[in-house]
């Protein structure tokens, strides 16, 4: 037995699908006697007079009575060569969201066209959702050869139309297969009515299909699903593959914290050791050093990193019949193993599945509707553009009032500047193309406080879990850009101006740059932030708020001695004034711990 | 040495599996996996062994108990359980008859089957299970064939198959309030040979009853009944000791066996290759009450 190939199938009962999913099951013996023996019991209590094939897969009683399928049915049949299960969806528009459905998991799609009918809105509306899903395979059956005789022109108009059309589309391997699925001529067999036809059967071709190289083998990537730890000498973290392949001894990174490791072992289920972790494998993997990593965490390799960013665009598809998507609405998004709440920001359009023109001027999606989505999302996803990888590429959409999955997501990526943002020249490099993602951390406090302690402190621990970091400390920047400065009240100001932008700099080249800096005057203080804000880069206001008296007491440099003397006019907390913080992101104080544990507790804001 | 980086069909199938129960073991309070010793129950725990080694399986396990069984089942399950140092918890119809939640069918044909979703829901209620695992395949029936492998239930364990939860690429939504549940079927896109492969080449021990040995049976309704303590026999019928196996097992009133000479996984494969009747066609007396019989048990909260 070999691979398996998920197939996905849409299309009403007038073209024949039914019958030709019968026809499959049939000829490769799935269908069992009694099942025939139901269906003709079944077709007989309808006075039909044939065993109808439809009957097999229209599986709820309302759809038996309706003559009507109203959702996503799976099917299951094997050959010696292969293995197929197909995902059978109507093809009506009002099941796009069916259709959607099942060729999330597809590896080919299986499109009917009516010979004589030709390509209808249905069949163009089933290639495109076949290619919006990122179906590698399109086989085209241009069903019911037999009611326009076999003729070899009319199939061959039938393809030119659809090749025209799917042009349009993103489509890598298309390939055409004229059929009868009633006589079944060219389903299992070659039929003798198609001389002129050179190709192989349905099922052959099937069979043939190479699938093997349509998962993505690059980009290392495994969402970390579970932590397993049964005792403290195993510590496993257990995932899918969703990319690339992974092996013992490999470099990789962690997102997102960026701590990079190497990998000891790999375990597939039950203990069994794997030297090749490739998708869609299940795996425990063990690392050499013991880093804090949880659900959510993805492993990848250092210098192949997927997109983490908050913003980011993505074309969507609205699934449910209760409730509208609109622009400002929240909701949870699952992505691989992490879930986050997330706004939906802006609506750029709205897609027409039959003609694929886009309406910008649509207000809201509704019901079986795509359209393109500017999400933001509380915390960062780590992701790839669909395109290239539909495991990390992927979402959907909860309503967390309902509980249900309301929107199916493929990310475009990240999101594209808007006109006004850009004040200068666009970057090539996008922040989150960036290996890391950094932010501004602003250390506050009188002189002696510990300020440049902690930042050291928080400097070597970032560093030394991979992550870029850079202290900025006030004292050492007066010896060169800011050694023009004095202390009077403007000269601080602009201190503090200057080292705000050049902390914002280091923060948007992925780094956390650290200030440690007295930093006396909050409107100085607040216009750094803004400035981070608008820049949209994170800005951590620390208030490290040791008493006067203690700082006075320490007195590390002689320098309130000197105040107090009077060698040394304005300083800060003798004769001029320290404006605490009113809103600061963390307070802490020296009942706090020591310099360390201070730094632990800036990390643990970090990584909030 | 070249590496093709292809799965084959069983490790795909083992792997979504294997993903399935972590996914619900990271995201669910309260998981338990419905244990009846039959063979699809047995493979959903050896897989769910196998995703979480080298740790102990992280839920417990539950027999719905119509008290009907065969004797070897439950030797075979309260083996297994003491083996794995796994957790039980039985529910029993018995408690439900007893107590006089539910009335039992008497006379010829009379059965447990449909009493088992009272002692199911209660089971689930009594503990606050969140997530539950069933064997639930979707080649067994037409209506499973529609069914989510996250299937949800509401606060009454119905299942609702107009209202289902789309289920896209592998990211499986199974959120719910407080007294809601989910049904979890890890084994959705497996066949009876499937299985049978996965049971052979993974050597797992089954109860004796699947491989062929004698019995007394009774021929009833097209099907061969085992003639248990259980069983009421009318006036005309006639046990005969037969060579059989059993291809589904459950309660001992409604599961038919087949007559057959395989005695070992290798032979029980071939015999299911060449067979051309389904398993429950073949033995489950519960699925043909009417065309629409598993649909409706389900809508109730049956498994």
Same mark, same amino acid.
């Given at each position: ?20 999913? *019968? ?19 079944? #077709? ?12 097999? !897969? ?83 059956? &241009? ?201 939906? =920001?802006?609506?750029? @359009?709205?897609?027409?599945?039959? !003609? ?9 999606? !509704?019901?079986? /509707? ?8 509380? /915390? ?5 553009? @669909? ?12 309503? =967390? ?139 951590? /206001? ?67 | 040495?070249?590496?093709?980086? /292809? ?20 995201? #669910? ?7 009846? *010793? ?46 794995? *140092? ?69 606060? @009454? ?30 084994? #959705? ?59 589904? &097992? ?44 598993? =649909? ?8």
């Amino acid at each position: 037995m070999g691979p398996l190939l998920r197939i996905a199938t849409a299309g009403s009962v007038d073209d024949g699908k039914s019958t030709l999913i *019968g026809r499959l099951m049939y000829d490769t013996k799935t269908i069992f006697t009694d099942q025939l023996a139901a269906l003709e019991r079944a #077709s007989s209590e309808r006075g039909e007079a044939a065993p109808n094939l439809a009957l097999l !897969t229209d599986g709820l009683r309302m759809e038996r009575e309706q003559g009507i399928t109203i959702d996503v049915a799976y099917r299951y049949f094997a050959t010696p060569r292969r293995t197929f299960i197909i995902a059978d969806t109507p093809g009506h528009v009002q099941y796009t969201r069916n259709m959607v459905t099942g060729a999330s998991t597809a590896d080919l799609a299986l499109i009917l066209i009516d010979a004589r009918k030709g390509v209808l809105e249905q069949s163009r509306r089933h290639a495109f959702i076949a290619s919006l899903l990122g179906i590698p395979h399109l086989v085209v059956c &241009v069903n019911k050869m037999d009611l326009v005789d076999w003729s070899k022109e009319r199939f061959d108009e039938v393809r030119e139309e659809f090749r025209r059309f799917s042009l349009k589309l993103d489509v890598q391997d298309l390939s055409f297969i004229p059929i009868s699925a009633l006589h079944g001529d060219n389903v299992v067999g070659r039929s003798a009515e198609s001389a002129w036809y050179e190709g192989s059967s349905l099922l052959h071709h099937l069979e043939e299909v190479h699938v093997g190289s349509d998962q993505n083998l690059v980009d290392a990537r495994l969402p970390v699903q579970y932590v397993v730890r049964p005792h403290q000498d195993f510590r496993g973290y257990a995932g899918t593959m969703a990319g690339g392949v992974l092996r013992p001894g490999d470099e990789v990174a962690v997102l997102p914290s960026g701590c990079t490791s190497r990998i000891a072992r790999i375990w597939g289920p039950g203990g069994v050791p794997v030297q090749d972790a490739f998708p869609p494998q299940t795996v425990t993997v063990e690392l050499d050093d013991h880093i804090d990593v949880g659900r959510g965490d993805l492993i990848c390799r250092p210098n192949n990193r997927p997109h983490v960013g908050q913003d980011l665009d993505a074309t969507v598809c609205w699934l449910s019949d209760r409730s509208t998507l609109t622009p400002g609405a929240t909701y949870l998004v699952k992505h691989t193993s992490q879930l986050v709440r997330t706004s939906v =920001e802006h609506l750029n @359009y709205r897609l027409d599945v039959n !003609t694929l023109h886009r309406d910008e001027s649509a207000g809201s999606l !509704t019901f079986n /509707e795509i359209g393109r989505i500017r999400l933001r999302t509380q /915390e960062p996803l780590h992701y790839d553009p @669909y395109k290239r990888n539909r495991g990390t590429g992927s979402f959907v959409l909860v309503d =967390e009032v309902t509980n249900n999955t309301v929107g199916a997501g493929m990310i475009i990526g990240p999101a594209a500047q808007q006109p006004a943002d850009v004040v200068w020249h666009a970057p090539a490099v996008s922040r989150d193309q960036r290996a890391t993602r950094g932010c501004t951390v602003w250390i506050t406090g009188l002189s002696g406080a510990g300020k440049s302690s902690v930042a050291a402190e928080l400097e070597r621990r970032l560093v030394a879990a991979g992550r870029p970091a850079y202290l900025l400390d006030g004292d050492n920047l007066r010896h060169d850009l800011n050694s023009d400065l004095g202390f009077g009240r403007a000269d601080r100001a602009e201190n503090v101006r200057r080292t705000g932008a050049v902390a914002k700099l280091f923060a948007d080249s992925g780094a956390v740059a650290i200030v440690s800096l007295v930093s006396p005057y909050r409107q100085d203080r607040d216009a750094v932030r803004a400035a981070h804000a608008a820049a949209g880069i994170d800005f951590v /206001e620390i208030f490290l708020d040791t008493p006067l008296a203690v700082c006075e007491s320490r007195d590390p440099k002689g320098l309130y001695a000197r105040a107090r003397a009077g060698a040394i006019r304005g300083f800060t907390g003798i004769d001029d004034a320290y404006e605490a913080p009113l809103d600061p992101d963390l307070v802490l104080r020296p009942s706090d711990g020591d310099p360390a544990a201070l730094a632990s507790a800036v990390l643990a804001r970090l990584d909030r | 040495m070249s590496t093709t980086y /292809e799965l084959t069909h069983l490790q795909a199938l083992e792997a979504e599996a294997v993903h399935i129960f972590r996914e619900v073991v990271a995201t #669910s309070p309260r998981p338990v996996l419905l244990f009846s *010793g039959g063979k699809d129950s047995v493979v959903m725990l050896n897989l769910a062994l196998k995703a979480f080694w080298p740790a102990p399986l992280p839920f417990p396990v539950m027999h719905i108990d119509t008290g009907h069984n065969f004797d070897e089942v439950i030797e075979y399950r309260d083996a297994v359980v003491d083996r794995l *140092g796994v957790r039980l918890v039985v529910s029993s119809v018995q408690d439900d008859i007893d107590s006089g939640r539910v009335v039992e069918e008497s006379g010829v044909g009379a059965s447990r089957n449909r009493l088992q979703t009272a002692a199911l829901l209660r089971g689930i209620a009594d503990h606050g299970f969140g997530a539950v695992f069933g064997g639930a395949r979707r080649d067994e029936e037409k209506a499973r064939a529609k069914e989510r492998v996250f299937s949800f239930r509401d606060e @009454y364990g119905r299942w609702d198959p107009r209202n289902q939860r789309p289920e896209l690429w592998n990211l499986y939504n199974g959120r719910h309030r407080k007294g809601e549940h989910i049904r979890v079927f890890p084994l #959705s896109n497996w066949t009876e040979l499937d299985i049978w492969r996965y049971i052979r080449d993974e050597a797992i021990e089954l109860p004796s009853i699947y491989y062929a040995h004698r019995r007394s049976v009774v021929a009833r309704d097209g099907m061969l009944l085992a003639n248990t303590r259980f069983l009421t026999l009318s006036e005309h019928e006639e046990p005969v000791q037969m060579r059989v196996r059993f291809r589904t &097992v459950g309660d001992a009133t409604c599961t038919g066996c087949v007559e057959s000479d395989a005695r070992t996984p290798d032979e029980v494969v071939d015999e299911i290759a060449a067979t051309r009747v389904t398993e429950r066609g073949a033995t489950r007396a519960d699925d043909r009450i009417s065309e629409a019989g598993m =649909e409706d048990r389900k809508k109730e909260g049956y498994f």
